[in-house]
């Protein structure tokens, strides 16, 4: 068994921060790859960053420089760092993790875990 359980949604205005976090447990531990997936209405779900177990990561590049993805690892959380937000970034905002990541860290049909999701809604 595992859990994934985000916190951190909110609505915010465009420039602003925000920093959502997603506590693992169970199953899911240190060894594990994690990241962060979003999708909005009538889209697709897309992967934004993903963080391996060697401390590797990727982003989207829509979010490239604005995001951070980051581990706690003695609390065994994950966090996503939003800066410079924009309309186009409001999404339900999921935690995922598997195994292992590499190169297909944005396919989410690898991902064995899955959080609820939260919300984060970005007005102009």
């Known amino acids: 068994q595992a859990q994934l359980m985000e916190t951190g949604g909110d609505s915010v205005q465009a420039q602003g921060s925000l920093t959502l976090s997603c506590a693992a447990s169970?199953?899911?531990?240190?060894?594990?790859?994690m990241s962060w997936f979003r999708q909005s209405p009538g889209k697709k779900r897309e992967a934004v960053a993903a963080?391996?177990?060697?401390?590797?990561?990727n982003y989207a590049d829509n979010v490239q420089g604005r995001f951070t993805i980051s581990k706690d690892k003695a609390k065994n959380t994950l966090y996503l760092q939003m800066n410079n937000l924009k309309p186009e970034d409001t999404a339900m905002y999921y935690c995922a993790a598997n195994f292992w990541c590499g190169s297909m860290w944005h396919e989410e049909l690898r991902y064995s875990y899955w959080g609820q999701g939260t919300q984060v809604t970005v007005s102009q």
């Open positions: 169970g199953r899911v531990d240190n060894s594990y790859c």
């Open positions: 963080i391996d177990t060697d401390g590797t990561t």
